[in-house]
């Protein structure tokens, strides 16, 4: 399993490599890409791309200080769709309970009217 940061870094670089083939990645660019909540130095980076190329998630043609070149591998590509899949059933399934709720409250409170009308209505008698 991969951590968040790594993912986001998969997810980076497979929003930019496209359909496949090996591109150009200059270190700085990479970096200032992550969401602030990731920040991401020099080393944290190097960690994350030796942790995605060593369970074959990309493939690094080169590297040197200034920039990489790299390509996402299939499995790289499936976990980043098998991910947004994830996130899209989470939301659905979301989506479910609240109308669940919303009908469960809906018609408890129409049966709690409609036995407080009864009973008024037996009171009354």
């Given at each position: 399993m991969l951590d968040e940061r790594t993912l986001t870094l998969l997810?980076?670089?497979?929003?930019?490599?496209?359909?496949?083939?090996?591109?150009?990645?200059?270190?700085?660019?990479?970096i200032?890409?992550?969401?602030?909540?990731?920040?991401?130095?020099?080393?944290?980076l190097n960690e994350s791309l030796t942790i995605l190329s060593s369970r074959?998630?990309?493939?690094?043609?080169?590297?040197?200080?200034?920039?990489?070149c790299l390509s996402v591998l299939s499995k790289g590509?499936?976990?980043?769709?098998?991910?947004l899949e994830r996130e899209i059933e989470k939301m659905q399934l979301e989506k479910r309970y609240f109308l669940y709720s919303f009908l469960g409250s809906l018609s408890g409170g129409v049966i709690t009217f409609?036995?407080?009308?009864i009973f008024s209505v037996i009171r009354g008698l």
């Open positions: 997810n980076i670089i497979n929003e930019q490599c496209g359909k496949g083939g090996y591109k150009v990645f200059e270190i700085e660019d990479l200032s890409s992550f969401p602030t909540p990731y920040l991401l130095d020099r080393q944290g074959e998630y990309i493939s690094i043609k080169y590297q040197d200080e200034q920039e990489i590509r499936l976990e980043n769709e098998s991910r409609i036995l407080a009308l």
